[in-house]
């Protein structure tokens, strides 16, 4: 057992498996890579992972931090070597890299990760999460950043029973969805544009339907509906009634914003800062990017090590 610690350890704080031998000073570092090619797999990883945060659960402490019904979401990058697959180069951060797209529970928790490409619109990846989550914890509220947001995933959100509660930086520029052409407000029409298209909805229904319950089945990801309904969005028209339903839904959610001052003062950010804060102080070892090889395998045991 005390072997398998420090390989978790040696690979979590990115120390490799010779800086660690000779901090511990009980083991060979040839000790550590054979346990680690040998005896760990991602798969047992991953079970550990849940192994652990459904012991955290049990703990009476987590319940006064949260209830366990909200989860943020929200992407940090890990700098990777640029001859591996899953490393890219990122505009914003500069640097060849990965980004980790971690949900966080209000227990303060990391309940299911996953590496996703650089410079992506993060909302398409936001619902992955949630339909794979296989701890205790089932979280159904999501706040998240403005890149957490778009209409077609606000209306396959509200499908699969997700709440979704963005920070949306320049909201104000958003136009509201009328729900007919004839409605008309006294102080707020200003806000409100084209109405929805409820009869396309409703011709799609059982198509929106089907996918919905797909996801749910993990037959396909979130992700994937959305990037290949979103490749044809002219022309596609389910990816049109998913954006009519997201619509509608937003605006509804921007009506609350607007009416519930404790639905504004909302704030997932700090949880998530401080996750990531505690994330970087484990790696420790090196400042550069990530030592363990160039194939893509590597980088997500590294990520994995890292949140067990």
Not at 24 to 43: F, K, M, N, P, S
Not at 45 to 55: F, K, Q
Not at 169 to 181: K, Y
């Amino acid at each position: 057992m005390a072997r398998y610690l420090a390989t978790v350890f040696c690979y979590g704080c990115n120390l490799g498996p010779s800086q660690t031998a000779r901090a511990l000073g009980t083991l060979d570092r040839r000790q550590v890579v054979w346990i680690h090619a040998h005896h760990i797999t991602e798969d047992q990883l991953d079970a550990a992972i849940r192994h652990v945060i459904n012991a955290y659960n049990r703990f009476a402490l987590p319940r006064y931090w949260g209830s366990g019904r909200q989860a943020a979401a929200d992407g940090t990058k890990w700098d990777l070597y640029e001859q591996n697959l899953l490393s890219e180069y990122h505009i914003r951060y500069g640097g060849y890299g990965g980004i980790g797209y971690y949900h966080v529970s209000d227990t303060y928790i990391a309940f299911f990760s996953h590496f996703i490409p650089c410079g992506v619109w993060e909302a398409v990846y936001i619902l992955d999460g949630l339909p794979k989550n296989a701890t205790d914890i089932q979280p159904d509220i999501v706040p998240a950043d403005t890149q957490g947001q778009n209409a077609p995933v606000f209306g396959l959100a509200y499908l699969l029973g997700i709440q979704l509660m963005p920070r949306i930086r320049n909201w104000q520029g958003l136009v509201f969805a009328r729900p007919t052409s004839g409605t008309q407000y006294v102080h707020i029409d200003s806000l409100f544009g084209p109405p929805v298209d409820w009869d396309l909805i409703a011709r799609h229904v059982p198509d929106m339907l089907r996918v919905t319950l797909s996801i749910k089945e993990g037959r396909i990801a979130a992700s994937t509906v959305l990037r290949k309904l979103s490749s044809y969005s002219r022309k596609n028209k389910l990816y049109q009634a998913f954006r009519e339903l997201g619509r509608a839904v937003r605006t509804q959610f921007l009506l609350r914003y607007l009416h519930e001052a404790e639905l504004r003062a909302t704030r997932a950010c700090p949880r998530l800062r401080r996750f990531s804060g505690r994330r970087f102080a484990q790696i420790f070892g090196t400042l550069g990017p990530s030592s363990r090889g160039r194939r893509d395998h590597h980088a997500r045991r590294g990520h994995n090590f890292n949140e067990l």
